[in-house]
């Protein structure tokens, strides 16, 4: 079969009018095969599809004894164990849409989330539970229900355990169709809320073309994509992509550690493996040990873009490349330096690949709609009417913002990012137009720190901008005008934990610089190209 083919093989499959997510994603596969393999601290366990089926009916049993049914939105905050997969099939066999949430949230970015996608329960683990607590950015009166997984339930709650003891009502599963939703994200913000991002079943065909194609996941293969799932990489190619395919899949439950990532590649025989930059670089730098007996095929990167000392070092340590993929929370995966031997071509330094099969990307102009010059810098875009495998059409609830997305005509989905193409197709990044900061494979928006910044009494106005950072890619970094109040060490430090509790733990600005103003244009818009241009000699004091 010809890639061609198979796209359209995809497509097809995953176009069927009586498309049911949960049949495709888990009853139609071998039931004695291993879906997910969950490794903890010190030990491993293995889900089978069959004993997934089992487990997701009750629960779903349970969900919709609560009221849940096709189209509600029930949010999970869960860490990477068994029951995050068997939560999210069961909704799917109902017909939910389930909206994922990052554990590194705090309560802010949680709650923007709930409310935006009108979650109308959520399933948390017992150690996330403090943050559905009322409080500052919880309302005391949350219209939706809280499912607590294990120790920490409040009054009112229901438990985990009593959902997955219901008895299965032996109902088809859902059908969803192909544009029936059965997905919600949301992106990182940077000049407003961040975007709701509703996916549509029939992109399942683009989540498998990816994993195919770009990752070379086969029959027998141990995949472990090591994103986290609460994130658009995570989501849909440690979960989605797989379950879809029938393939094996490992969530690492454990913290990760260099010494743990090492662990699993070896324990489990890992043959395919994907992760941002900065967990290659924090390998490299970790000083540890290869272990003997890699068997690995296939290794991949996304998130942020791989720089050179990651491939020369990957090489050599892990005995394969580790090859660099492009894509967005719109789109999935687009570009790619494809492991499959029908795709896997010529690696060039730097780059991020060549348009995926099902797509047709392109570079326009800086200032205009027409194609930029081979090598130059513009604008990068999806070809909308060449590529069968896209599936955004715009964001929930958001018209004008959607059109934003699209050139005139609709001609091109515009990414928001900037890079050339060289006369081969190859694609090299060169930024970001919408200032989104991309550490450690996470995409963080400015605004979701600035909206919580300027919570604190002394804070009048603030701007946050990505800086390069050996280790994580780039990090934040804050200008913060004051209310009178001098700056000092001592605020910097409230700061930094002001964001670190109210929106997510890994968000704080590493560095927080006092100003008397922000540069802004004759509209009032900050322009932080000045801020990293400047950000040496800018500051009036500068934190920890």
């Keep these: 079969m010809t890639v061609t083919d198979r796209v359209e093989a995809l497509i097809a499959e995953y176009g069927r009018a009586d498309l049911s997510v949960a049949h495709l994603a888990c009853d139609r596969h071998d039931p004695d095969a291993v879906a997910v393999t969950v490794v903890g601290d010190d030990e ?3 889900l089978t599809y069959g004993e997934l089926r089992r487990r997701s009916e009750r629960v779903a049993a349970g969900l919709a004894a609560l009221g ?25 066999r109902l017909g939910a849409v389930h909206v994922p949430l ?19 329960a959520v399933v948390c683990h017992g150690s996330q539970r403090a943050k559905l607590d009322p409080g500052p950015d919880v309302p005391a009166d949350a219209p939706w229900r809280i499912v607590t997984v294990g120790e920490g339930a409040r009054p009112g709650d229901v438990g985990f355990d009593d959902l997955a003891a219901a008895d299965p009502t032996g109902a088809a599963p859902a059908v969803q169709g192909p544009d029936g939703a059965f997905l919600q994200l949301y992106t990182s913000g940077t000049t407003g809320r961040p975007k709701g991002v509703v996916v549509p079943a029939r992109a399942l065909a683009s989540f498998v073309a990816y994993l195919e194609f770009g990752l070379d996941v086969r029959d027998g293969d141990v995949y472990w994509n090591a994103a986290d799932p609460g994130w658009a990489y995570g989501l849909y190619y440690a979960l989605c992509a797989p379950l879809a395919a029938g393939r094996r899949t490992v969530l690492l439950e454990a913290n990760f550690t260099p010494a743990v990532f090492w662990r699993v590649l070896a324990q489990q025989r890992v043959t395919n493996v994907a992760a941002a930059p900065t967990v290659f670089r924090a390998l490299r730098t970790s000083g540890l040990p290869v ?24 090489e ?78 715009g964001y929930e609830g958001a018209p004008e913002r959607s059109a934003e997305r699209f050139t005139a005509d609709r001609s091109h989905y515009l990414s928001g990012d900037s890079g050339s193409m060289d006369p081969d197709g ?26 919580v910044l300027v919570l604190h009494p002394d804070v009048a106005e603030c701007a946050v901008i990505g ?74 004091r500068v934190g920890p």
């Design 44 to 46: 491993a366990s293995d």
């Design 68 to 92: 849940v049914g096709p189209g509600t939105r029930v949010a999970t905050l869960l860490p990477k164990g068994v029951e995050l997969p068997v939560t999210v099939m069961a909704l799917w």
């Design 102 to 120: 990052f554990t590194a949230f705090a309560a802010q970015g949680i709650v923007m989330r709930l409310e935006a996608s009108d979650a109308a």
């Design 291 to 314: 272990p003997d007996g890699l068997v690995l095929r296939a290794a991949s990167s996304a998130g942020e873009p791989l720089t050179p000392d990651v491939v020369a070092w990957a």
């Design 316 to 393: 050599g340590a892990l005995g394969v490349p580790v090859l660099d993929h492009y894509g967005q929370t719109e789109l999935g995966m687009v570009a790619i330096n494809g492991h499959h031997a029908d795709v896997r071509a010529e690696v060039k330094a730097s780059s991020m690949g060549r348009a995926m099969p099902g797509y047709v990307l392109a570079v326009l102009e800086q200032d205009g709609d027409g194609p930029a010059p081979v090598g130059e810098v513009g604008r990068v875009t999806v070809d909308t009417e060449r590529s069968p495998l896209l599936w955004f059409t």
């Design 426 to 451: 190859y694609l090299f990044f060169t930024g970001r137009d919408d200032d989104v900061i991309l550490m450690a494979g996470y995409r963080i928006g400015p605004f979701d720190i600035e909206s």
């Design 467 to 540: 800086v390069p950072d050996e280790v994580r890619g780039e990090v934040a970094e804050a200008f913060v005008v004051l209310n009178g109040r001098a700056g000092d060490d001592e605020l910097a430090t409230e700061l930094q934990q002001l964001v670190r509790t109210r929106y997510a733990a890994h968000a704080y600005p590493r560095r927080v610089h006092f100003v008397e103003r922000l540069p802004k244009t004759p509209s009032g818009k900050v322009q932080r190209f000045l801020l990293r241009r400047g950000r040496s000699v800018s500051e009036d």
